[in-house]
């Protein structure tokens, strides 16, 4: 059991080794964040910010072949939906510890959800962990920015939109 008493905000940002695990994802991607948001639930969080990741919404997505991990990521969003708790989603394309070789960190573009994935939609592009952890922190603090699920990626050559700006426009 998780100790939550003077918790009011809960960050949730897990995941599995889905290779190696077939119930990794059911597990850690699903209940975990199912038994999270029922703690914080139980101590009256005031808001809670999950991450999952881009495409949740395409069973065909290809992360999926991994024991269906974007599935079970998308049943704990709905969960957290369903729980009556205050909440921002954010869904980041393919995560960096750095800018690849040669390139910059770039913007962060918000989108709404289901932006990106397989065709007909845009495709996904990658995101540095650092800028996650931006737009989560934004998310607590931004009206605008609750009870909505938002998709990122990082774009080269475009100029920053401010977070609270980009939170208004979904």
């Known amino acids: 059991a998780m100790e939550a008493s003077g918790c009011n905000v809960l960050f949730v940002a897990t995941g599995t080794r889905a290779a190696m695990d077939p119930l990794g994802p059911f597990t850690v991607d699903y209940n975990g964040t199912l038994n999270a948001v029922a703690s914080a639930k139980a101590v009256k969080a005031k808001h809670v910010v999950l991450v999952t990741s881009i495409g949740v919404d395409d069973i065909l997505f290809p992360l999926n072949l991994f024991w269906g991990v974007l599935f079970w990521k998308k049943r704990a969003e709905e969960a957290l939906q369903r729980s009556g708790l205050r909440y921002t989603i954010v869904r980041p394309g393919g995560l960096q510890d750095e800018p690849r070789a040669g390139s910059s960190a770039g913007a962060i573009k918000m989108a709404k959800a289901d932006s990106y994935g397989l065709p ?15 737009v989560c922190a934004q998310a607590l603090v931004q009206d605008a920015a609750f009870n909505k699920t938002v998709e990122i990626i990082a774009v080269e050559n475009e100029d920053e939109v401010p977070l609270p700006d980009q939170f208004s426009s979904i």
Do not use: M, Y
């Open 120 to 134: 007909p939609r845009q495709t996904p592009g990658s995101i540095l962990r650092s800028q996650v952890a931006q």
